[in-house]
């Protein structure tokens, strides 16, 4: 019996496409005066690196990266109006529903008739957990875990606190940068499962000719594999 950690935004559900559809609401309403979209992009994508660092993940981090964003490039702080319009473009982004990715719910069952399966999440925890309430999925899972980052001594922590056997353990998400390279590091095995809407700061390169990754294309397939 193998034991699945799974990784929740954008492996279990939609998540970065919606703050994709702010973000690109966000660069029509800035319409910067001498800087291109790609430019504009890549600023926010800058505050966003720093920020998260201090702020952490989530909707109110994304909301103060806006506001950043806006008041470097405009070298002024947001007037009163202006941060009401900010913020009014981030209210799509409440998560009172989740859309599930095709094929989870089933396979789900399918592997939890075989398997121990976790689950995995970073992010703030209040709204990690809304999520995780809304998709009706956490009955799947043994245990749950909501962390601030993603890292080896995430996955570590996690093997000696589940007691697992890493050479039977797998992760399985779309982020290279927090679920496979981090896991391979901990000596865990892993499935990368690609998302199109990753976001940016999860971009990473890995390695093809790693025999402890398993690379899919759709949730679905994990049935074939375990």
């Not at 973000?23 to 910067?32: E, G, K, V």
């Not at 966003?48 to 964003?69: I, K, M, P, Q």
């Not at 405009?74 to 007037?79: D, F, K, L, Y």
């Not at 989740?98 to 008739?113: K, R």
Request: with cysteine; proline share 4%; charged share 25%.
């Amino acid at each position: 019996m193998a034991c699945l950690i799974f990784d929740a935004d954008d492996t279990l559900w939609e998540n970065n496409v919606l703050f994709e559809r702010v973000i690109d609401a966000y660069l029509d309403w800035l319409a910067h005066p001498t800087l291109d979209r790609a430019a504009t992009r890549a600023v926010l994508d800058e505050v966003e690196r720093a920020n998260v660092v201090v702020h952490g993940y989530g909707t109110a981090g994304f909301l103060r990266s806006l506001h950043d964003c806006f008041e470097r490039l405009s070298e002024r702080p947001a007037s009163p109006a202006e941060a009401r319009e900010i913020e009014q473009l981030a209210s799509a982004l409440v998560f009172n529903e989740v859309e599930l990715v095709p094929g989870v719910a089933e396979t789900l069952t399918d592997l939890g008739a075989r398997h121990d399966l976790l689950l995995l999440t970073k992010g703030d925890p209040a709204e990690q957990q809304r999520k995780i309430d809304a998709s009706n999925l956490a009955h799947h899972f043994a245990s749950t875990h909501i962390v601030a980052e993603k890292h080896a001594g995430t996955y570590r922590s996690l093997v000696a606190e589940r007691r697992l056997e890493p050479g039977v353990t797998w992760m399985i998400g779309n982020s290279p940068r927090s679920d496979i390279l981090p896991a391979r590091a901990a000596g865990l095995n892993a499935v990368f499962i690609p998302s199109p809407h990753t976001w940016v700061l999860e971009h990473d390169e890995l390695d093809h000719a790693d025999r402890g990754v398993l690379h899919l294309e759709h949730f679905r397939e994990l049935a074939e594999h375990f």
